[in-house]
């Protein structure tokens, strides 16, 4: 490898993602520059290779759901240290307008987002801004968390976002529909939450294998039964407190 330079997944348009040599970023005033760990693949960034995303403007490196370490920082830095391992909630607001006031910095018209509006994580070096830090979007890791368990880190606090807000709490049913990585996350949290019963329903074999393995009261194989009427039938014709769908299937929603 050139002195400089590092490697990275580049996304170059529809089902074209290449491995290249790019310019390693400089350390960016007042922020970070982090030596990548692992990162994970989001669907988000798998669904790049079969269909368009007009967010991801090519070329473009993608990834955002990372561990890395410090390598250099700010001298404004004092949070932070060389060789601290790190993640980040990788969609940066702005904190200042209407919106961001209002707890709504996801939908902030000025957020920036690893990975869509910034250089990603599949990377061997990650830039992150100053602003990352002033927002609090940077997080320490753990000592005895793995980094390929912290990567999760970003999906899981999409799931907590979620389960806050359908307010899933104690001695609930919960019905997850979509036994994928945020359908078995999501089942997970919700067992931690509180739920007294957690159901999942799965179309595909290799998934409903998975679900099995997980601390959930059933699993519903929906390529099998229909899964409104078996979800009555466990619940005693009451159905569930909370259903959340995690399977982009109109059918699926519409149930």
Do not use: W
Not at 51 to 75: Q, Y
Not at 197 to 204: D, F, G, H, I
Not at 215 to 226: G, L
């Amino acid at each position: 490898m050139r002195e400089g330079k590092m490697l990275a997944a580049v996304y170059q348009g529809i089902g074209k993602i290449k491995v290249e040599e790019v310019d390693k970023p400089p350390l960016p005033l007042g922020g970070l520059l982090v030596k990548v760990s692992c990162c994970a693949i989001c669907g988000t960034d798998y669904k790049l290779l079969i269909t368009e995303n007009p967010r991801f403007k090519p070329p473009l490196i993608i990834g955002h759901e990372f561990v890395g370490r410090v390598v250099e920082k700010g001298a404004e830095v004092t949070d932070f240290q060389v060789g601290d391992r790190l993640t980040m909630a990788t969609t940066i607001s702005c904190g200042r307008c209407e919106l961001c006031h209002r707890g709504l910095g996801n939908l902030c018209e000025s957020r920036i987002c690893v990975g869509t509006d910034i250089p990603g994580a599949m990377a061997e070096y990650l830039a992150i801004p100053a602003l990352a830090l002033q927002r609090g979007n940077v997080l320490k890791v753990p000592d005895g968390l793995s980094d390929e368990a912290a990567a999760l880190s970003e999906p899981l606090g999409c799931a907590i976002n979620a389960q806050l807000i359908a307010k899933v709490g104690l001695g609930q049913t919960v019905l997850i529909v979509g036994a994928g990585p945020l359908g078995c996350l999501h089942a997970e949290l919700a067992r931690a939450s509180g739920a007294l019963k957690v159901y999942l329903t799965q179309r595909s074999e290799p998934r409903l294998s998975l679900a099995r393995k997980l601390a959930v009261d059933a699993v519903i194989d929906a390529s099998a039964h229909d899964p409104v009427s078996e979800v009555r039938r466990l619940t005693q014709g009451q159905g569930a407190d909370v259903v959340i769908v995690t399977a982009p299937n109109p059918k699926a929603q519409e149930e």
